[in-house]
């Protein structure tokens, strides 16, 4: 940010709480300007939400939808625009879905490989970090290269040969070889990079200087400063992970080990599962994705924004 | 940046001394000194290696051969993309992964106005944004279920199209296999908006207020405002994204994995999507490493192509 930049019109900045409407307007016309122009502006202001609130409902379209599908019993679920308002509000649909396909089941494997899928890639990702931002020994910068480069890969084609590995490894149908490979990441790495750079060197010396380990000083020092990136990393990683389809849906061919965004699919394929019980199973999958999404909305927006830097 | 780096220099190499002055067992803290930063980096080095390198080297190696899993590969020359060649459906799936790339200009374009849409502080712009973003969020086999319901020929599509007297009959939009692909694309694009609105947004808030300020008093109209100022300085977001969004299309699987599954008669294979096929159904591990050395091979093209002909015009 360059200095002398005003914060306003800066979306995350301090702006007015809902229902207090007119301090931006007052702010930005003042009262000596002609009646017209706060009318024409106003005028604005209403079409910029009309074209806002347009955009928004098609956009989430498919989602109101399900969610009214979901909680409905009766009616024809593709009429329109009936569909869209339930005549009456149940969780039956939510209760038969666990009768239908074990959702249970799909719930706690998600919650596993999500759980330990984010342990390992802060542990390998801050690992790998620390010596890239504070140390100084040859072949750094290769090391920085390398990571990068991985960056550049076509990693979307990687799952062919990587389900060759994991067979090899006898990790088919296993967590473990759904977990492993997404662990390592030059994001993660990146993140955790930027985050001890930012330690005061004092602190290092003065712990190298009283003769503490490295793994000491790693895990007892360093790394608990560094827990709001920590923190960004977790949210990012699990969201990533919860949602996370091609990899899990190649590695587990097996139902009882599917994560929820697996074993939806097996539900919608189960024959005699009505569209209203797919429907709670969807609204069961993505809500806990959403619902952390919509709590620390600005980790996504600060997140890729790191991404690109 | 660089201050940072530079202290972190000189501390490393001042510990260093530290170590070998304090003269407990010299060479040894030396070794130590010199190994350690090597077994911070062994994990991440280790898988790094297995799952994101080796999958190329070992890929590209396994394409010019015969391998069944069970014995050794063999090597047997340009066999695989010869066969490859000599299949109509992977014809196929490569126009289609190129028709893909339509939706690069129109997800550029979408995503710069849901941007400057949102690029202000009007109450409840919060909210908007993450109405944009939930896409992104959503894992792709919900999406893929939810636009499946509304892809259906009874489905919502038709209800409102049929409901707003726009058609008569029902379309078969994932049915008809003239259209199936273009429904498709619909969804990369649906999914993709919210994720480069982000990018566009951060690149917006950037720009200097003053650089607009200025141009505004020398009486530059919000439309000029926006082609002499705005686009120029988002230019490099604009490059980037464009280069993300084009590899994106080249490698499009999910979508088509989920909801047509290739067809209707493989109308909707993608490069990838013939891969995956091939390998991960089919068990035709060579083939598809044919298929996708030649996806990624696009992709190189492609993203070359991208830098050379969007940064002369800023730079």
Partial sequence: MLPGQGTEGRGNDRRPAPGTPVASDLRATPPAEPRSMSMRRRIRTALHYALLLLIAVVCAFPFLWTLSVAVGTEGNVF????????????????????????????????????FWTVMWTILVCSLAAYPLARYRFRGQRLVFTVILAT????????????????????????????????????????????????????????????????????????????????????????????????????VLTKSDLMPLAVGILELSGTFGSSTRVIAAGAVLTIAPALIVFFFTQRFFMRGMEGAVK | MNTRA????????????????????????????????????????????????????????LAFTEYDFLTPPR?????????????????????????????????????????????????????????FYMPVVTSVSV???MWGWMYNEQGL??????WLHVINDPIGWLSDDRLALF????????????????????????IPKDLEEAAGLDGATRWQRFWQITIPMIMPTILLCTVLSTLSAIKVLEEVLIMTKGGPVSSTYTGLYYAYDQGIRAFNFPRALAASLVVSVFCLALAWLNFRFIRPRHR
């Fill in chain 2, 143 to 145: 999406v893929g279920i």
């Fill in chain 2, 183 to 206: 429904s498709v694309m619909l969804v990369t694009l649906w999914r993709g908006l919210g994720w480069y609105m982000v990018l566009y947004l951060a690149a917006l808030q950037a």
């Fill in chain 1, 79 to 114: 009429a329109f625009p009936s569909s869209l308002i339930p005549h009456s509000v149940s969780l039956a649909n939510f209760i038969e879905v666990f009768r239908v396909v074990d959702l249970g089941r799909y719930f706690w494997n998600s919650i596993w490989i999500t």
């Fill in chain 2, 157 to 162: 599509i038709n209800a409102v199209l049929q």
């Fill in chain 2, 75 to 131: 090597w047997v020359g340009l066999a695989n993309f010869e066969d490859l060649l000599d299949d109509p459906v992977f014809f196929i799936s490569m126009r289609n992964s190129l028709l893909y790339l339509l939706i690069v200009p129109a997800i550029q374009l979408g995503a710069i106005v849901l941007a400057v849409l949102v690029n202000n502080t009007l109450p409840g712009i919060k909210a908007f944004r993450a109405a």
């Fill in chain 1, 151 to 250: 960056l550049m890969l076509p990693t979307e084609v990687n799952f062919l040969v990587n389900f060759i590995t994991t067979t090899h490894l006898r990790l088919v149908n296993t967590h473990l070889g759904v977990i492993l490979p997404t662990v390592a990441g030059a994001i993660g790495i990146f993140m955790m990079k930027n985050a001890f750079e930012e330690i005061p060197q004092e602190l290092l010396d003065a712990a190298r200087v009283d003769g503490a380990p490295e793994l000491y000083i790693f895990f007892r020092i360093m790394l608990p400063l560094t827990l709001p990136q920590i923190g960004a990393l977790t949210i990012l990683t699990a969201v990533t992970t919860w949602n996370n389809f091609l990899w899990p849906s190649v």
């Fill in chain 2, 6 to 61: 530079a202290a972190a220099d000189t501390a490393a190499g001042g510990s260093g001394q530290l170590a070998s002055a304090f003269g407990y067992g010299a060479s040894r803290a030396r070794l130590r000194q010199a190994l350690s930063p090597w077994l911070f980096l062994a994990p991440a080095l280790l898988l790094l290696g297995l799952f994101a390198f080796w999958p190329v080297l070992w890929g590209s190696f």
